[in-house]
């Protein structure tokens, strides 16, 4: 089992990873079962994406849409086994080339050294909400 300083290490490298754009750059920090999840209230599509292709098609999600995607943790706070990170979305309108930011925040699991869960809510509070099963 992993210490929560452990997990926060682990998460700001995937975040290091995210930050470079290359997508095959966050593949070494997820486990095979790996689940991310799009809620309703993230997304007029949500989903739920599993595994190394899950996340490819995640990725894959942004093309047309947004150019020179990037995430970035602005906060990281280690609470019950979990790293939850306010995350912020930045790219270009894929046609307009306008600036666009998107903001959110993630639930991280953590399990042995890979990220086995990523899990999105608008804001931190719902985030917490989340976590504590409410």
């Known amino acids: 089992m992993s210490t929560p300083q452990q997990n926060l290490e682990l998460v700001e490298r995937l975040f290091a990873a995210f930050a470079t754009g290359r997508r095959d750059a966050i593949s070494e920090f997820i486990a095979d079962d790996f689940v991310l999840v799009v809620p309703p209230s993230m997304s007029a599509e949500p989903d739920t994406y599993t595994g190394p292709e899950g996340v490819r098609r995640y990725m894959d999600a942004f093309e047309g849409v947004l150019d020179d995607v990037r995430f970035h943790a602005d906060e990281l706070h280690p609470?019950?086994?979990?790293?939850?990170?306010?995350?912020?979305?930045?790219?270009?309108?894929?046609?307009?080339?306008?600036?666009?930011?998107?903001?959110?925040?993630?639930?991280?699991?953590?399990?042995?050294?890979?990220?086995?869960?990523?899990?999105?809510?608008?804001?931190?509070?719902?985030?917490?909400?989340?976590?504590?099963?409410r």
């Open 79 to 133: 609470e019950q086994g979990c790293v939850l990170a306010l995350v912020r979305v930045t790219g270009r309108g894929a046609t307009s080339g306008l600036p666009v930011t998107m903001r959110s925040a993630s639930i991280i699991r953590v399990r042995d050294g890979e990220i086995t869960g990523i899990e999105s809510h608008p804001d931190l509070a719902a985030a917490r909400e989340a976590l504590s099963g």
